[in-house]
Nanobody, 126 residues
Framework: QVQLVESGGGLVQAGGSLRLSCAAS????????MGWFRQAPGKEREFVAA????????YYARSVRGRFTISRDNAKNTVYLQMNSLTPEDTAVYYC???????????????????WGQGTQVTVSS
């Protein structure tokens, strides 16, 4: 069992930045690939970014590539999402998720993630 707790959300103006954190507890954090997803009002949850167990590989949705950076610190059992150049279209509840895998492929499919946090709200004003 893995427990995930997100933090760092809030209200920011367009063009600003936020850094989300997701603290994990439970089983060995480095055994999991980690992902960030988001859900805007009235929309389905969508993939944002994923990172490999070591942190050496990352994968981004096209809509955030070049603006968002996912990283992890296995010593602190924490994964981060640095979000720059935010736009109102980035407004959503952001969720982190953990995927137990022995493989090396990163996934943008929420069905492949086993554990989820409760989410943190990000609101970008115009």
């Amino acid at each position: 069992q893995v427990q995930l707790v997100e933090s760092g959300g809030g209200l920011v103006q367009a063009g600003g930045s936020l850094r989300l954190s997701c603290a994990a507890s439970g089983r060995t954090f480095s055994s999991y690939t980690m992902g960030w997803f988001r859900q805007a009002p009235g929309k389905e949850r969508e993939f944002v970014a994923a990172i490999s167990r070591s942190g050496g590989s990352t994968y981004y949705a096209r809509s955030v590539r070049g603006r968002f950076t996912i990283s992890r610190d296995n010593a602190k059992n924490t994964v981060y999402l640095q979000m720059n150049s935010l736009t109102p279209e980035d407004t959503a509840v952001y969720y982190c998720a953990a995927r137990f895998t022995t493989g090396y492929m990163l996934s943008g499919s929420e069905n492949e993630y086993h554990y989820w946090g409760q989410g943190t709200q990000v609101t970008v004003s115009s």
